[in-house]
């Protein structure tokens, strides 16, 4: 989401005709665009936000924050660091060139009516086989860990009408597989519902791959199983974080599930699915029992691969406020349990990756000699493939974070795409 949003953020800059820098040094603006989900994000926008103060001095540069930190912290983030010249919410971003002018701070989040979605602009996409494509934005539930509600906003779908045109638009420069992003993506709402969104995705012509992330358990749709079963270009890798593995943590977080309900869920999923979660340790009042339950759920769930992280305690979220009534897991033991954690995923990960040496894989080439296959496994292979050709690849190696191989041969190539469009001008006599 973040990613998007620079993107966004950068076309909107590039129409007012600011160009990217490859470095912070030779900039005339820097924007720092910021995450708040745990609390290093914001230690790390101080900690480069003193690094640009040097070159406001040198150099006049001009420093904008974006993004969660930004929202969270409002004027308070210019208290803090005065040489700040303006910052930005997640719901302002077409409104960058203007801030840039004018300074100040923008983060009033805009009622659903008002709210209108910010367009791709194609062109920026031009030559990538991939792209990220909103699908909505916000939301509406409250577990107890997470920031997001509050920095997001509701939550809000995008028309599909406007989703599938900026599909389309983005297939005529050379995308072949969209992305389509949400914080709660599967309760997508936007004139039909996400199953259904998919299916009208998939018909834009030239489109070969669809993805989705992230997705709610609860929302998790009979309809948009059969999706996996029934629509060729959605791709057999499924999101679905659990986050704990014991009710008791379950329901202190508000997650609404059972961990019987979450495996009633993904055993109706397609067996080729590679199912990958997100896992939180030391969340406030985990006992050891508590941590052995998600050790032994873990075991028993083959995922594909994991995002675990040590709990964070985050502003205005339910478990902040009840940290002292739970009790905080000290750091060292949540850092063990993290620990014991990715060790048991890390195996797995390995051994899945190592069963597939000898084997073909099909993958979409995203830079020359890299891409990625069905799963989402990141390939490395030998081979003249351009981006967006799709390749079948013969695997020869495998490590815990990819597959190496060599090229067999081209299935589907690169679509033909125009040349950039050339800016017109018109000169009229008065
Ligand atoms: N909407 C998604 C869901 O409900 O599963 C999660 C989106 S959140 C941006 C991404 C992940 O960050 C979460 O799944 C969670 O594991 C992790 N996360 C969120 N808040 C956290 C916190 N306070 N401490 C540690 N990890 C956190
Ligand atoms: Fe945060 Fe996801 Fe829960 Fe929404 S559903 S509050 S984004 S963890």
């Not at 292979?381 to 974070?401: C, H, I, T, W």
């Given at each position: 989401?973040?990613?998007?949003?620079?993107?966004?953020?950068g076309?909107?800059l590039?129409?007012?005709?600011?160009?990217?820098?490859?470095?912070?040094?030779?900039?005339?603006?820097?924007?720092?665009?910021?995450?708040?989900?745990?609390?290093?994000?914001?230690?790390?926008?101080?900690?480069?936000?003193?690094?640009?103060?040097?070159l406001?001095?040198?150099?006049?540069?001009?420093?904008?924050?974006?993004?969660?930190?930004?929202?969270?912290?409002?004027e308070?983030?210019?208290?803090?660091?005065?040489?700040?010249?303006?910052?930005?919410?997640?719901?302002?971003?077409?409104?960058?060139?203007?801030?840039?002018?004018?300074?100040?701070?923008?983060?009033?989040f805009?009622?659903?009516?008002?709210?209108?979605?910010?367009?791709?602009?194609?062109?920026?996409?031009?030559?990538?086989?991939?792209?990220?494509?909103?699908?909505?934005?916000?939301?509406?539930?409250?577990c107890?860990?997470?920031?997001?509600?509050?920095?997001?906003?509701?939550?809000v779908?995008?028309?599909?009408?406007?989703?599938?045109?900026?599909?389309?638009?983005?297939?005529?420069?050379g995308?072949?597989?969209?992305?389509?992003?949400?914080?709660?993506?599967?309760?997508?709402?936007?004139?039909?519902?996400?199953?259904?969104?998919?299916?009208?995705?998939?018909?834009?012509p030239?489109?070969?791959?669809?993805?989705?992330?992230t997705?709610h358990?609860?929302?998790?749709?009979?309809?948009?199983?059969?999706?996996?079963r029934?629509?060729?270009q959605?791709?057999?890798?499924?999101?679905?974080?659990?986050?704990?593995?014991?009710?008791?943590?379950?329901?202190?977080?508000?997650?609404?599930?059972?961990?019987?309900?979450?495996?009633?869920?993904i055993?109706?999923?397609?067996?080729?699915?590679?199912?990958?979660?997100?896992?939180?340790?030391?969340?406030?009042?985990?006992?050891?029992?508590?941590?052995?339950?998600?050790?032994?759920?873990?075991?028993?769930?083959?995922?594909?691969?994991?995002?675990?992280?040590v709990?964070?305690?985050?502003?205005?979220?339910?478990?902040?406020?009840?940290?002292?009534e739970?009790?905080?897991?000290?750091?060292?033991?949540?850092?063990r349990?993290?620990?014991?954690?990715?060790?048991?995923?890390?195996?797995?990960?390995?051994?899945?990756?190592?069963?597939?040496?000898?084997?073909?894989v099909?993958?979409?080439?995203?830079?020359?000699?890299?891409?990625?296959?069905?799963?989402?496994?990141?390939?490395?292979?030998?081979?003249?493939?351009?981006?967006?050709?799709?390749v079948?690849?013969?695997?020869?190696?495998?490590?815990?974070?990819a597959?190496?191989?060599?090229?067999?041969?081209?299935?589907?190539s690169?679509?033909?795409?125009?040349?950039p469009?050339?800016?017109?001008?018109?000169?009229?006599?008065?």
């Amino acid at each position: 989401m973040n990613e998007s949003d620079s993107h966004r953020m950068g076309e909107a800059l590039a129409r007012a005709g600011w160009e990217p820098t490859p470095a912070a040094e030779q900039a005339d603006l820097v924007l720092v665009n910021t995450c708040a989900i745990r609390e290093k994000a914001e230690d790390k926008l101080y900690s480069a936000l003193g690094r640009y103060r040097l070159l406001k001095t040198q150099r006049g540069t001009k420093i904008g924050v974006a993004g969660c930190v930004a929202q969270q912290e409002k004027e308070r983030l210019l208290r803090r660091a005065p040489f700040v010249d303006f910052v930005l919410g997640p719901d302002h971003l077409d409104k960058v060139p203007e801030l840039v002018r004018k300074g100040g701070v923008e983060t009033a989040f805009l009622e659903t009516e008002q709210y209108l979605f910010p367009q791709a602009d194609p062109e920026s996409s031009r030559g990538n086989a991939t792209a990220f494509v909103t699908a909505m934005k916000g939301c509406d539930n409250v577990c107890s860990f997470c920031v997001v509600p509050y920095t997001r906003g509701r939550e809000v779908s995008r028309p599909y009408a406007e989703i599938v045109r900026e599909v389309a638009s983005l297939v005529a420069v050379g995308v072949r597989e969209a992305t389509l992003i949400g914080q709660n993506v599967n309760a997508y709402a936007g004139g039909c519902d996400f199953a259904e969104l998919i299916r009208r995705v998939a018909a834009v012509p030239g489109l070969l791959r669809i993805r989705f992330t992230t997705s709610h358990p609860m929302d998790l749709s009979e309809a948009l199983v059969r999706c996996f079963r029934e629509v060729p270009q959605l791709m057999p890798h499924f999101h679905l974080p659990v986050q704990h593995g014991a009710d008791t943590v379950l329901q202190r977080m508000r997650r609404k599930y059972t961990i019987a309900e979450y495996e009633r869920r993904i055993a109706a999923l397609p067996a080729e699915i590679a199912l990958t979660s997100d896992i939180i340790c030391g969340f406030p009042g985990e006992t050891d029992d508590e941590h052995r339950q998600n050790l032994e759920f873990l075991r028993r769930t083959d995922y594909d691969n994991l995002f675990s992280f040590v709990y964070s305690p985050r502003p205005h979220t339910g478990a902040i406020l009840k940290l002292e009534e739970w009790g905080e897991v000290p750091r060292e033991i949540a850092i063990r349990r993290l620990e014991e954690v990715q060790s048991l995923q890390m195996a797995r990960t390995l051994k899945r990756h190592r069963d597939r040496v000898g084997d073909t894989v099909e993958v979409l080439v995203e830079e020359s000699g890299f891409g990625r296959s069905r799963e989402n496994w990141t390939v490395h292979f030998s081979g003249d493939a351009q981006p967006g050709d799709l390749v079948n690849v013969r695997v020869e190696s495998a490590s815990l974070v990819a597959l190496r191989g060599v090229q067999l041969g081209v299935t589907g190539s690169a679509p033909r795409v125009d040349p950039p469009r050339k800016r017109r001008l018109s000169v009229v006599p008065a």
